[in-house]
Every structure is written in C-alpha cells, then in structure tokens.
C-alpha cells in the first residue's frame, strides 16, 4: 500500500529529512531547534502525515542581551508535526498541526517588557546593527516567518512566566488545550479551548489555596508591533465562577 511506501522511504531517508527539517526551521527563525531523534507516526494526526520529534528542545540567545543569557523556551519529550511528507524531503516547512505532550514552556520578559518568544520567532524588529552583522556572517537572506496551524493541542505540559527580575513567576499547568494559531503580517489570531491549574501567581507570596482550575474558551487578535489585543469573544471559568465577554 501507499501507507507502507511511504513508511519504508521515511525510514531510509529520517537521517537526510532530520537534517533538511533542522536547518530549514533554523534558517526562518531566530531560535534555534534541536531533537534526539525522528519517526514517522501516520495514525496521530490522520489523514494527515506526522512525524514525531523526540525530546525537541528550542532555545534563544538574545543578541541584545548584555549577560548574553540563553533561554530554553521549550523542552518537550513528544512532539507530533503534521506535514506533507514531500515538503520535508525538499526542506520545505509547512506544518499543518501540533501536538505536544509531556514538556515544559518557559517564558520571560527583557527589560523592556518584550517576550523571549516573540523575540526568538522573529516578531520583533532587531535593532539594525544586529540584523547587518547577521546578514553579513551568514550571507543568506531570511524568509518571512509565517504560521498557519489548523490544529494545535497540549497535553501535560507546564507553562513558566518569569519577570525581567526573575523574582516574580506565574505558572500553570496545561491539562488540556485545543487551538487554531495563523501569524501573518505582523498579526497573531488564535481561537483556544483550554483546561488550566494555576500552581502560582506572580505578586501573590502566600500560598493559602490549592492549584486553581480554570477553563477557558477564547478567540483573540493580537498586533506584535503596536502590541493592541483584540478579544472576539471569552468565556472564562475559575472555579463556581463565570465570566462571559
């Protein structure tokens, strides 16, 4: 059958596809990805074709930073990436879905209140030295960074915000979440249904109750360069609670 084919030629060329997917991912974004290794996993995101990266970590070293501090935004042990499977022997990028189980998401604000996310997937305009200097050392010209995900779920998967300061951390656990994510032209659109616990709250010293459940249905229009949010619609659950917007 096709199914098998394609088994038999993923398994003959991973070593090639890993090494095209690693430097193509790299090439378009600021951070950088790495994995242990690669499977082929046709049943996960069917009909689309999935590939599975184990322990897939994505790290960030701001040029900007005088500490030069490396950020390990992700360190996730399953992560599932629905492709079409050509795309990958030609070093092409083009995911339709994600799906990512067992990890951990560590975000942290600079100084100037800009994300260590935002910044390593090219959101933010680099100051024009830092991008010259790039240009020069590399002689490569880097694509637009764009997503368009139909599907992205989380599955046991903790989410770390910390301050500039390191002092004050806010982190929740994802039980759950379903999402549709496109980035294009400078806008985040996002639609989410999510099954969260807050473990801590930044600001919050004491401790007096039990991780908080929250479960949240939300659609919303994010500007990354004049920073305006735009919810379309939210429902929020926090305990008996109910919010409607």
């Not at 629905?82 to 604000?109: E, H, P």
């Not at 004050?168 to 659109?189: A, F, G, I, K």
């Not at 360069?225 to 429902?235: C, I, Y």
């Amino acid at each position: 059958s096709l199914l098998l084919i394609l088994t038999i030629v993923f398994y003959i060329y991973r070593d090639q596809i890993a090494e095209n997917l690693v430097l193509k991912v790299n090439d378009i974004q600021n951070g950088e990805v790495s994995f242990s290794g690669i499977s082929f996993s046709p049943f996960v995101q069917f009909p689309d074709m999935s590939v599975k990266l184990n322990d897939f970590k994505f790290v960030y070293l701001n040029p900007l930073d005088s500490l030069q501090r490396t950020d390990t935004i992700a360190s996730i042990k399953n992560l599932y990436v629905a492709s079409d499977l050509w795309s990958l022997f030609s070093g092409r990028v083009v995911f339709s879905g994600i799906r990512v189980s067992d990890g951990k998401l560590s975000l942290r604000t600079y100084p100037d209140s800009t994300i260590n996310l935002m910044h390593a997937l090219g959101m933010y305009d680099e100051k024009q030295e830092v991008i010259q200097a790039k240009e020069k050392d590399t002689l490569a010209v880097k694509e637009a960074f764009e997503i368009s995900l139909g599907q992205v779920s989380l599955n046991n998967v903790d989410v770390e915000f910390t301050k500039s300061t390191g002092i004050d951390t806010t982190r929740v656990s994802v039980n759950y979440l379903s999402s549709t994510l496109e980035y294009q032209s400078d806008e985040l659109s996002c639609e989410l249904n999510a099954a969260l616990s807050v473990k801590e709250l930044a600001y919050l010293k004491e401790k007096r109750y039990g991780p908080l459940p929250i479960t949240l249905n939300t659609g919303f229009l994010f500007d990354t360069r004049s920073g305006e949010l735009k919810v379309d619609f939210a429902d929020l659950k926090i305990y008996a609670a109910h919010f409607s917007l």
